[in-house]
T-cell receptor
């Protein structure tokens, strides 16, 4: 298995633009998580899905953030409009039965 | 408020010695605790999981202890090697919740 695949690896965008981050979880994993990592706040959970259904989105900072999981092999995290304070590394992770998460390599987002 | 503390931001240790990292938590009743390793520019990698009814778990040169009375986990790397240099994160799964809360990590440097 190729692991959790995220794209793009790096994204630089201007304030106000829409940003879409993509994630392909490991086949057979029933949980998918989106995390954000910054130096100041560490790893923060944004939202997670179980069997493609959003379970807890209380970590999503604002209505500008949205996430979808249309099928078991794909999820997106969208920020619209983006702001400089959204600059961070965004990780997608998947797990089976929540035992040991497998993280992707992350997307480094810079909003200028 | 809920809090997870890892003993220090950085720990330097001589090659061959045992590295001991600490994870303390307050206001949690975790069902289990996990340890991850993160290298620069990469996502966290799952190392070990220990459940609340387990006192100790081992994997090769790694050992984790979990004391729910002290609300503390210790993570040991024996016979440390320069390749063990990385940031180590502890994460707790709170009973009744469905996500991992991460500590801010300890950056370990093993000096040859």
């Amino acid at each position: 298995d190729a692991g959790v695949i995220q794209s793009p690896r790096h994204e630089v965008t201007e304030m106000g633009q829409e940003v879409t981050l993509r994630c392909k979880p490991i086949s057979g994993h029933d949980y998918l998580f989106w995390y954000r990592q910054t130096m100041m706040r560490g790893l923060e959970l944004l939202i997670y899905f179980n069997n493609n259904v959003p379970i807890d989105d209380s970590g999503m900072p604002e209505d500008r953030f949205s996430a979808k999981m249309p099928n078991a092999s794909f999820s997106t995290l969208k920020i619209q409009p983006s702001e400089p304070r959204d600059s961070a590394v965004y990780f997608c992770a998947s797990s089976w039965n929540r035992d040991g998460y497998t993280f992707g390599s992350g997307t480094r987002l810079t909003v200028v | 408020s809920q809090k997870i503390e890892q003993n220090s931001e950085a720990l330097n240790i001589q090659e061959g010695k045992t590295a001991t990292l600490t994870c303390n938590y307050t206001n949690y009743s975790p069902a289990y605790l996990q340890w991850y390793r993160q290298d620069p520019g990469r996502g966290p990698v799952f190392l070990l999981l220990i459940r609340e009814n387990e006192k100790e778990k081992r994997k090769e040169r790694l050992k984790v202890t979990f004391d729910t009375t002290l609300k503390q986990s210790l993570f040991h790397i024996t016979a440390s090697q320069p390749a063990d240099s990385a940031t180590y994160l502890c994460a707790l799964d709170m009973q009744g919740a469905n996500n991992l809360f991460f500590g801010t990590g300890t950056r370990l440097t093993v000096i040859p």
